[in-house]
């Protein structure tokens, strides 16, 4: 693979060109956004601990390299795309395990290792079923997997199950546009890759303020 090949995956982008894709590029914002209000609000709350502040810094590093990938198109900016989602992923893995489920560091530490071939299997039985879904088949294993901690937490902690299960719900919408975004490109243009960027900032922040409230959430002490 050459890193500074150009690449066309979208709906909006009609040439490669830097502001071919201007509303894909510009609703990257979201992630800023979203960053920015949950460092609000655990500042104001004394919640800005180690494992709150790497997802802030990583869920921006995301605003960043998907926008360097919807003006650059290169190998290289679909990577600095990728990568902080990835880093995301992991992180709140591990912190869900260890701080939600209440397991140990090295329970935590395998469930990282486990997402991989969890992850790559998941997402080829999707893949295989469905005939592809324009790459989100990758995405959709993580859905899955939010939903499973919610309901492993329904009892335990409802008020986190409630919110990790609000948190599947919202990607699987985002994924659903960002599937749909080269399907519908003769009707709608601009596609709706946007929408899975709006979604998504929306989503992962919220994830964040689920995971700085869940030590509130135990009903044995209401």
Same mark, same amino acid.
């Given at each position: 693979?050459?890193?500074?090949?150009?690449?066309?995956?979208y709906?909006?982008?009609?040439?490669?060109?830097?502001?071919?894709?201007?509303?894909n590029?510009?609703?990257?914002?979201?992630?800023?956004?979203a960053?920015?209000?949950?460092?609000?609000?655990?500042?104001?709350?004394?919640?800005?601990?180690?494992?709150?502040?790497?997802?802030?810094?990583v869920?921006?590093?995301?605003?960043?390299?998907s926008?360097l990938?919807?003006?650059? *198109?290169t190998g290289?900016a679909?990577?600095?795309?990728v990568?902080p989602?990835l880093?995301? %992923? #992991? &992180?709140? @893995? +591990?912190?869900a395990t260890?701080?939600m489920l209440?397991?140990?560091?090295?329970?935590g530490?395998?469930?990282?290792?486990?997402?991989?071939?969890?992850?790559?299997?998941?997402?080829?039985?999707?893949? *295989?079923?469905?005939?592809g879904?324009?790459?989100?088949?990758?995405?959709?294993?993580?859905? %899955? #997997? &939010?939903? @499973? +901690?919610?309901?492993i937490?329904r009892?335990?902690?409802?008020m986190?199950?409630r919110g990790?299960?609000?948190g599947?719900?919202?990607l699987?919408?985002?994924?659903?546009?960002r599937?749909v975004?080269e399907?519908?490109?003769?009707?709608i243009?601009?596609?709706?890759?946007w929408?899975?960027?709006?979604?998504?900032?929306?989503?992962?922040?919220?994830m964040?303020l689920v995971?700085?409230?869940?030590?509130?959430?135990?009903?044995?002490?209401k």
């Open positions: 693979m050459n890193w500074t090949d150009q690449v066309d995956n709906c909006e982008r009609t040439d490669f060109t830097y502001w071919s894709e201007p509303i590029a510009v609703t990257n914002i979201a992630f800023l956004i960053a920015f209000v949950i460092w609000q609000i655990a500042r104001r709350s004394g919640r800005m601990e180690p494992g709150i502040a790497a997802l802030m810094l869920l921006t590093a995301i605003g960043i390299g926008f990938f919807h003006t650059h *198109a290289w679909g990577a600095l795309d990568l989602i880093f995301y %992923i #992991l &992180i709140y @893995i +591990y912190l260890t701080r209440d397991l140990p560091i090295w329970a530490a395998l469930a990282v290792l486990l997402f991989f071939p969890y992850a790559a299997a998941t997402g080829a039985a999707i893949g *295989a079923l469905t005939g879904l324009n790459g989100s088949e990758g995405y959709a294993p993580v859905v %899955i #997997l &939010i939903a @499973i +901690y919610g309901v937490l009892n335990r902690k409802p986190t199950s990790l299960l609000i599947a719900g919202i699987f919408v985002s994924l659903t546009f599937t975004d399907l519908v490109c003769s009707a243009p601009l596609g709706t890759h929408l899975w960027h709006g979604l998504n900032g929306l989503m992962l922040g919220w964040i995971m700085m409230r869940h030590d509130t959430d135990n009903p044995r002490l």
